[in-house]
């Protein structure tokens, strides 16, 4: 007789292939948007309401999406109607012609980005043992870096080297760019309908007890009722809102740096496909550590790991800004804030996984990305505001004080105790 409770892992493969594919595009489009803003006008402010544009459809349906992903048995169309969601966006925005045009498309485009990732962790959630949640989590955000690495190279590659002035002519490859994106994206949904194992969901005895990895004690023997998620509900189970907090900050800074660190390069005179290659060394320093946390996973707790996800990031990303034009000195601080951003999604996914009770966790997952979404509206929004007095660097300084403050949450409060 086969053992159920092994795990096959050919669905995992089939959806990492499709994240590869979908967060590619996403990094290709966003920012090339940067540039086409650019081109029709747009200060730092407005930037900081595009990109904020991004994050509020998604914001007002994420849970609903989560309730959704719970109730649903094939997550294979729910991912693959992100994917397709991903691509109409990248149409819009590559046809859009203003800038209100162009935030209607940025909001479509995280509409799609929403529904593929609450499917996608969804999916690890459900089929995923209890022991290889990290594992499971760490491999589909390291397809998340990947795309993040290699979209910035392709963009950048379609831009060119020319700024300021002399880019004035770059407008056919700002539309081939995006036009390529939703190619990508839309490539993606028939990879969900490859008929693949999926392991079989946990059953209530295969949680009862966690491993080193989480150090959090199963939601089921903290006194969480198991009954209807609601955003109240889960986010009054212990420790879910400073998980949540410490996944916005984190969340928050790529974003910024997607959207802002070309500016940053503009206005130092850093062409499109260099500040594209600085963006890649960030993904590929986040990929690395997505793929070694198993292994850190084994010798060190999740708050220790997540705490030096939030001071390290915070710290390293300070000086970017102030040294973009010295590659020496760039990279380096590029590849230990990425290496320390890289840490903290797939921990906060699995601790707020293991925080609630299993039905819930579909739902717990969506208020995880719904705070995520109210901190893309927020912060870009802020961080513009900061900007326009400061110029493009203040929204980063800005954003990594909030990775500080969030690191300094997570050392003064009480964690539950470690089960067993």
């Known amino acids: 007789m086969t053992d159920t409770r092994k795990p096959v892992w050919s669905w995992l493969i089939v959806l990492v292939v499709a994240a590869l594919l979908t967060q590619t595009a996403l990094n290709v489009v966003r920012p090339v948007t940067t540039y086409k803003l650019l081109d029709l006008g747009a200060d730092p402010t407005v930037l900081g309401l595009i990109t904020a544009a991004y994050a509020v459809v998604p914001l007002a349906t994420a849970l609903w999406f989560g309730r959704i992903s719970d109730r649903v048995l094939d997550l294979r169309w729910l991912v693959a109607g992100g994917a397709g969601l991903l691509a109409l966006g990248s149409v819009g925005l590559a046809v859009a012609s ?50 993040q690495l290699i979209g910035p190279l392709i963009g950048g590659f379609l831009l060119g080297t020319e700024t300021g002035s002399a880019a004035e002519g770059r407008s056919a490859g700002i539309a081939i760019a995006l036009w390529v994106g939703a190619l990508l994206a839309l490539a993606a949904a028939p990879m969900m309908l490859i008929r693949s194992a999926a392991g079989p969901g946990r059953g209530r005895l295969e949680v009862e007890q966690l491993g080193p990895e989480t150090g959090e004690e199963p939601a ?101 800004p102030l040294v973009i034009t010295h590659v020496w000195a760039v990279v ?10 890289g840490l903290g999604q797939p921990l906060t996914m699995t601790l707020v996984s293991m925080s609630v009770p299993e039905s819930w966790r579909g739902a717990a997952l969506a208020v995880r990305l719904t705070g995520n979404r109210a901190g893309q509206v927020v912060m870009p929004l802020v961080a513009g505001l900061i900007a326009a007095p400061l110029g493009a660097a203040g929204a980063i300084w800005f954003t990594c004080g909030v990775l500080l403050l969030s690191g300094w949450e997570k050392s003064v409060r009480s964690d539950p105790p470690p089960s067993g």
Request: glycine share 12%; with cysteine.
């Open 98 to 147: 203003n800038i209100p045009l162009v935030g209607l498309a940025s909001a479509l485009l995280g509409l799609g980005h929403l529904v593929f990732t609450i499917a996608g962790q969804a999916s690890v959630a459900r089929y995923a043992p209890a022991d290889r949640m990290n594992t499971g989590f760490g491999w589909f955000t390291a397809a998340y870096s990947a795309g």
């Open 220 to 320: 089921e023997t903290s006194g969480v009722p198991a009954g209807k998620a609601t955003l109240v509900g889960v986010l009054r189970v212990r420790g879910v809102a400073s998980h949540m907090l410490a996944s916005l900050a984190l969340l928050a800074m790529l974003d910024i740096l997607t959207a802002f660190l070309p500016l940053v390069g503009e206005a130092a005179g850093v062409s499109p496909a260099e500040v594209g290659i600085l963006l890649a060394v960030r993904a590929m320093a986040s990929i690395s550590s997505r793929v070694f946390l198993p292994r850190l996973s084994l010798r060190y707790s999740a708050r220790a790991l997540l705490l030096l996800s939030l001071y390290g990031s915070g710290l390293a990303l300070i000086l970017p």
């Open 332 to 341: 380096p601080l590029l590849i230990l804030g990425g290496f320390c951003l």
